[in-house]
């Protein structure tokens, strides 16, 4: 397998996760929002990085990983909240709660690398 693949497939997990949290979230007025807005963003992240794997371009790659990048650290925070908010029974949102944090630093270095051989082409070649 790939390493493409196995993020692409670590990224559609979290998504599917983060939809299981967002179906599991009670009728309520603050965590409806809630449960909108992390709908929107984790199914985001999956969307960019998706896109991102066919680039145009260099740079196409750099701006789709770097939507893809705040999407997840949106991602981040409205688990934080519905954690804060004690939701869900936490054992639920723990190994989800960690997993932005590791696909942020997968998505900086790769948003970092690309936009360091853009500035710098020449002594980046093969």
Same mark, same amino acid.
């Given at each position: ?5 196995? *993020?692409? /497939?670590? &990224?559609? @997990?979290?998504?599917?996760?983060? %939809?299981?949290?967002?179906? !599991? ?43 893809? *990048?705040? /999407?997840? &650290?949106? @991602?981040?925070?409205?688990?934080? %909240?519905?954690?804060?908010? !004690? ?40």
């Amino acid at each position: 397998m790939n390493k493409n693949f196995d *993020l692409e /497939e670590r &990224v559609a @997990s979290f998504a599917a996760r983060a %939809i299981t949290v967002c179906e !599991a979230l009670p009728s309520k007025t603050g965590s409806a929002h809630l449960r909108d807005q992390l709908f929107r963003s984790a199914t985001s992240v999956a969307a960019n990085y998706a896109e991102a794997s066919v680039p145009e371009s260099r740079k196409d790659f750099a701006h789709k990983m770097g939507i893809a *990048l705040k /999407e997840l &650290v949106e @991602s981040r925070m409205w688990l934080r %909240i519905i954690a804060m908010k !004690a939701y869900l029974d936490p054992n639920t949102l723990q190994s989800l709660l960690t997993e932005p944090d590791e696909l942020v630093r997968i998505f900086q270095a790769s948003v970092s690398t690309t936009r360091q051989r853009l500035a710098n082409p020449e002594s980046h070649e093969s």
